[in-house]
């Protein structure tokens, strides 16, 4: 009895039950740079704060695969079309090709990410370098190039264009089409970056801020015709009918209030601070490296290991740091600015907290956090 090829494969995920991938699009989560987003948290120290916030950028990235897969279909569905919009489109026996782009662009969109995420990226990367720029150097390297061989034989260039957008490839030129598709994964607005994690976070770290019916948002997109409105988008852009307008309305405002009793937890961006001055110690004057072997070995774990470490040696680089994290001696905030307050009621307020009498020195810093 002769084995079968499996032509399919599926995860198992908490938001959008059944994930499924091709041959290809597994061969490329089966990469070294894909199963590195397993111990990348995905949303830094929060853990700490919400002891559910424990979640990945490999589930992340599998469930914005998704997503992008349903938006594709949906907005290239000959029925939802607007006759303006046609001529955009590719020839109708590429589209399949051009989906599994997008599917695999939407599976390299985070591979760039540094340990812990967004946390350290702005202080440890060399000037005018991103996240974005580490995924195309992964694109490129020799860790996918047996993905892009393989199956469909989709041109990498594509995928880099598709997984970061027009904002990073500042140089490159895009048509309406890739820009469309670049936005379906990217886009400020409709992205399903954005939805994945809203969706997701708000799950694991057990409140409802988050949630919104994207199930509708989702069946409601459309590729919108150039505007006639003065003023209007010159471009075909992502759009939804008037049908998902509160759908669309409901994504705008779960991202507001996750970014307002989230996001910007005072206790979750301390930790992020903390987390920052000890990497900058960690990596030293030249920062992280920016090559693909140096970045693939580093993860969370690594990063983790050496807080412990560096917690118990007084002497250690970031000592400081690492045990304020340890043992949750994080700065306090003692303050929050009110715009009606002026530099003499805050000066007013940090003399009370710092006197020559006393070694103040953490609650100054946190007083100097809150204000920034």
Not at 62 to 82: E, K, P, W, Y
């Amino acid at each position: 009895m002769s084995a079968t090829v499996k032509r399919m494969h599926e995860f198992r995920d908490p938001i959008h039950n059944f994930i499924f991938l091709d041959r290809q699009e597994r061969s490329l989560v089966d990469t070294e740079p894909f199963q590195r987003l397993r111990s990348i948290h995905q949303l830094a120290l929060t853990y700490l704060v919400y002891p559910g916030a424990s979640h990945t950028r490999f589930e992340h990235s599998l469930g914005v695969m998704h997503l992008a897969g349903r938006v594709f279909d949906i907005v290239t569905s000959g029925q939802n079309r607007h006759p303006e919009t046609d001529h955009i489109f590719p020839d109708a026996n590429n589209l399949s090709q051009w989906r599994t782009a997008v599917c695999l662009a939407a599976l390299c969109h985070d591979l760039g990410h540094l340990p812990f995420s967004h946390a350290a990226e702005k202080d440890l990367l060399p000037k005018g370098k991103d996240h974005e720029a580490l995924t195309l150097e992964l694109i490129d390297s020799k860790y996918l190039e047996d993905v892009w061989s393989r199956g469909s034989y989709i041109d990498k260039e594509y995928v880099k264009k598709l997984s970061v957008g027009s904002k990073a490839l500042k140089q490159s030129s895009f048509t309406d089409w890739e820009a469309i598709l670049s936005e379906i994964i990217t886009g400020d607005a409709f992205g399903v970056d954005r939805m994945d994690y809203l969706l997701r976070d708000s799950y694991h770290l057990g409140v409802t801020y988050g949630r919104f019916d994207h199930h509708k948002l989702i069946e409601s997109l459309r590729i919108l015709p150039k505007s006639s409105v003065e003023g209007g988008s010159r471009e075909p852009t992502l759009g939804v009918e008037f049908g998902g307008l509160h759908s669309a309305e409901a994504l705008l405002l779960a991202r507001y209030f996750m970014y307002e009793q989230v996001y910007f937890h005072p206790v979750r961006r301390i930790y992020d601070k903390h987390l920052i001055d000890y990497m900058k110690e960690y990596y030293g004057g030249d920062g992280y490296k920016f090559e693909a072997e140096f970045h693939l070995s580093q993860t969370d774990n690594e990063i983790l290991s050496a807080i412990r470490i560096a917690a118990r040696d007084g002497r250690a680089p970031g000592h400081n740091s690492a045990k304020a994290i340890l043992s949750r001696a994080h700065f306090r905030c003692v303050y929050k600015r009110n715009p009606t307050d002026d530099a003499l009621v805050e000066k007013s307020i940090e003399n009370s907290i710092i006197s020559p009498a006393s070694d103040q020195t953490d609650l100054r810093a946190s007083f100097l956090y809150s204000r920034s």
